[in-house]
């Protein structure tokens, strides 16, 4: 499909063919203390667009800026819709799905950017990717780099969650733990590629991440009959999925298969809170620190933080903080009365929702339906149950012990 790009803060717009990253007037005046200007938004050609109204069904691959070569190599996509039967009843919401993206071969939703970027990179006979990642894309973009045979280059901050690390190592990343945040490795990442070359992947900076990521609400129109939900709950730190989602219902929109984006609920930790906040108050300063346990969106100055403010508002969003507790309640929950284990991260979309859950009632009526992205499985960060969730000790290979711990 043809495209162009627009960028976000100042509206210029860029045609090229080549890699393009960002706006270079509004980017040159990022100085570190407020959420970076200057990402772009790829803008798809209307005519091209409306031809996808007439076809019976869509997929994802019809809305991508680059054509995905052999999709089957690293299948990307289909992921299960599921609906909670006892949470939907115990929330009172009739019409409630939760979309398992924890079930993407990586792991993670991560893997949707992933693919569209290992594409790029492919277009353009690049045979190297360089990103940074609190964790998630890193082990995605590996696993993407893997299957395609291209070479990933990995910055992250050496606390990231072991597994996430292992994972990335154990598809032949290579991994560079950074002493310094998740902000001090996307800066050492874009560094590296405008020394060393290769497609820099890192979130929303490259816009491909973003085009990768709207596959998902693409996908759930599919799925959900050529329908979307009313409300969509999305986990938020840089901001970047969430514009992703936002940009997949957006492109419907122009192709004349629906008619309002859903209202999309921005879900972020109290803990890290920044593009909350600067919904709120209109103020992109920086946070001087995110302390959430949900590692995925502890985020200080977050890396798409202005797209994902102006969507909540094109949106009629609005944005939900929940304290970490809530969060890992929430994880519990999800488990233990939906058969569903995700990350923290990604149980803080239930947690917000579930927050919201008389409100949505009050405000839209019983049959309101709702969608909760879950983005990332749980098996990535194991150490969370440290001190809460323990096995219980073993008892002796005898049936008196059987009897011993059941009477
Ligand atoms: C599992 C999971 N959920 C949510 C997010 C938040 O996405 P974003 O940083 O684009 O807001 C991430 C990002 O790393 C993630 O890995």
Redesign the pocket.
């Known amino acids: 499909m043809r495209f162009t790009y627009e960028c976000c803060d100042c509206g210029a717009t860029y045609e090229t063919n080549e890699v393009f990253y960002q706006c270079p007037k509004c980017a040159k005046e990022n100085d570190g203390t407020s959420f970076p200007k200057g990402n772009v938004i790829v803008k798809l050609n209307e005519e091209d667009l409306q031809k996808l109204s007439k076809q019976e069904h869509v997929s994802m691959y019809d809305f991508f800026p680059y054509p995905v070569p052999d999709k089957d190599v690293y299948p990307v996509g289909g992921t299960p819709l599921a609906t909670p039967k006892r949470l939907s009843k115990k929330y009172k919401l009739k019409n409630l799905v939760c979309k398992l993206d924890s079930a993407l071969p990586s792991g993670?939703?991560?893997d949707r950017a992933s693919q569209l970027i290992a594409a790029q990179a492919i277009h353009h006979n690049q045979n190297k990717i360089a990103l940074a990642s609190?964790g998630?894309?890193g082990a995605a973009m590996s696993c993407a780099g893997a299957a395609y045979g291209l070479e990933i280059v990995l910055f992250v901050p050496e606390t990231a969650p072991i597994n996430k690390l292992m994972q990335s190592v154990l598809y032949g990343a290579t991994v560079v733990p950074v002493k310094g945040t998740y902000d001090d490795a996307f800066a050492l990442s874009i560094a590296y590629t405008k020394e060393f070359g290769g497609i820099n992947r890192n979130?929303a900076y490259n816009p491909m991440t973003i085009e990768g990521k709207k596959s998902v609400s693409i996908e759930l129109f599919e799925q959900l009959g050529r329908n979307v939900p009313d409300v969509m709950y999305v986990?938020?730190?840089?901001?970047?999925?969430?514009a992703g989602v936002y940009k997949g219902f957006y492109d419907l929109l122009q192709a004349g298969l629906i008619e309002k984006v859903p209202y999309l609920v921005c879900a972020q930790s109290k803990q890290s809170n920044a593009i909350s906040s600067a919904w709120k108050t209109g103020n992109f300063t920086n946070l001087p620190k995110a302390t959430t346990r949900a590692d995925?969106?502890s985020?200080e100055s977050p890396a798409?933080g202005r797209m994902a403010v102006r969507y909540i508002k094109e949106s009629e969003g609005w944005a939900t903080e929940v304290e970490d507790s809530e969060i890992l309640d929430s994880q519990l929950e999800l488990a233990k009365e939906a058969g569903i284990f995700v990350?923290p991260?990604?149980a803080c979309a239930w947690a917000a929702l579930r927050k919201d859950s008389d409100m949505l009632v009050e405000r839209f009526g019983e049959d309101v339906k709702v969608c909760c992205l879950l983005?990332?499985t749980g098996f990535k960060d194991m150490a969370v149950f440290q001190g809460s969730v323990s096995i219980p000790e073993a008892i002796e290979n005898s049936t008196e012990a059987v009897h011993e711990r059941f009477s």
């Open positions: 993670s939703f991560k609190t998630n894309a979130t986990p938020v730190g840089d901001g970047c999925i969430y995925s969106i985020v798409n990350e991260a990604a983005t990332g």
